[in-house]
């Protein structure tokens, strides 16, 4: 059972142009959202959060969007650069039992000159 | 600094073989975990350590033993592994007791290959 789920495997954008990338969720007991960002053979890194009390968090060209009735998340990435190139995963948790992290499938971003 | 370090960067290992994967952190953080991440999946969470304790086992098979010497340093020792071990091992650590700044930050991996 997959409680959290980035239905697109890939995206490609043009530099400079806006990169959104969706997650949805299943389990209502999630109220902490993150994204990590990966390049291969290294570990995810974090990039921006979000409670579930917010319906946006920004930070620089990052902004993440929560819209609690559908269970959906996205990041958008504006303006987007050649080194977001990477995979994006999207983890969830609940505030009691924080530390049970869970992921998303990921997303490979490709950002095309 | 959010910095997590782990050693070796690649390990290669028989079947009968012992071996262990190290991960250190001085952020002053309490809580460490370990996750395993095969190719194009996400990262699965293993054990998670809590003031130097074992809070979480994820049903890890007893071949995995992880060991939390202090605070800084989560170990993983790993013994009579088989070949669909092979995969990324991650470590990472978060503060606790503080929800919302429980941000999990990982080291780069360790790559494990069991022939």
């Known amino acids: 059972d997959q409680q959290v789920k980035q239905n697109s495997p890939s995206l490609s954008v043009q530099e400079g142009r806006i990169s959104i990338l969706n997650c949805d969720y299943t389990n209502s007991m999630f109220d902490y959202f993150l994204w990590y960002k990966k390049y291969p053979a290294e570990g995810p890194t974090f990039l921006i959060s979000i409670s579930s009390i917010k319906d946006k968090n920004e930070d620089g060209r990052f902004t993440v969007f929560l819209n609690k009735s559908a269970k959906h998340l996205s990041l958008h990435i504006v303006p987007s650069q050649p080194g977001d190139s990477a995979v994006y995963f999207c983890a969830a948790r609940q505030i009691q039992g924080a530390q049970k992290l869970v992921f998303g499938q990921g997303t490979r971003l490709t950002i095309n000159p | 600094d959010t910095e997590v370090t782990q050693t070796p960067k690649h390990l290669v290992m028989g079947m009968t073989n012992k071996k262990s994967l190290k991960c250190e952190q001085h952020?002053?953080?309490?809580?460490m975990y370990w996750y395993k991440q095969k190719a194009k999946k996400p990262p699965e969470l293993m054990f998670v350590?809590?003031?130097?304790?074992?809070?979480i086992n994820e049903s890890v098979p007893s071949r995995f033993s992880p060991e939390c010497p202090n605070s800084s340093l989560l170990n993983l020792h790993l013994h009579a592994l088989q070949p669909e071990d092979s995969a990324l091992y991650l470590c990472a650590s978060s503060q606790v007791g503080v929800p919302v700044k429980e941000t999990q930050y990982f080291g780069p991996g360790t790559r494990l290959l069991v022939l």
């Open positions: 350590y809590s003031y130097e304790k074992l809070s």
């Open positions: 952020m002053g953080h309490r809580a």
